[in-house]
């Protein structure tokens, strides 16, 4: 399970590392792809199985279905970790990202995030002060 809050610049050719905490829980490779909320999300190969499984099964006939899919996977890369843990993500992600210096990675269960500082900071700031309406909310746990 991912979970922490980590923050790591991108060098000089566009890398960022990957702290050991977190790629310690998978081999030396993920799959990234456009995330919600102007994020990235990155799964480990068994996880990204299970998700293809799961969006194999949805309608072709649906247009919303058809444009996120598109989406998803043409966002997505396969990518393992050079010897100092690090990712060089496509122009396309880092677009999609806003990435340009400063990132905040964040493990969250099943995957991990991959943010711009300051997206990060407008989103934390909002839902901080929603935190407890959004918990309440929260219909299938009990915490």
């Not at 030396?28 to 480990?44: A, H, L, P």
């Not at 396969?78 to 999609?96: I, M, Y």
């Not at 806003?98 to 700031?125: H, P």
Request: charged share 35%; net charge negative.
């Amino acid at each position: 399970m991912f979970m922490g809050e980590y923050h790591h610049n991108l060098d000089n050719k566009g890398r960022l590392i990957i702290p050991a905490k977190l790629r310690d829980q998978i081999e030396n490779k993920m799959v990234f792809t456009r995330g919600m909320e102007g994020c990235i999300f990155g799964y480990s190969m068994e996880e990204w199985q299970k998700i293809e499984a799961k969006l194999a099964k949805l309608p072709l006939t649906k247009r919303n279905t058809r444009k996120f899919m598109r989406l998803f996977y043409s966002g997505a890369m396969e990518s393992e970790f050079d010897k100092q843990g690090r990712v060089n993500f496509t122009s396309t992600l880092k677009a999609h990202a806003g990435l340009i210096k400063e990132c905040v990675i964040i493990g969250v269960s099943d995957r991990i995030e991959i943010w711009a500082k300051e997206r990060w900071d407008s989103f934390e700031e909002e839902a901080n002060e929603d935190y407890d309406d959004i918990a309440e909310n929260l219909d299938d746990i009990e915490l």
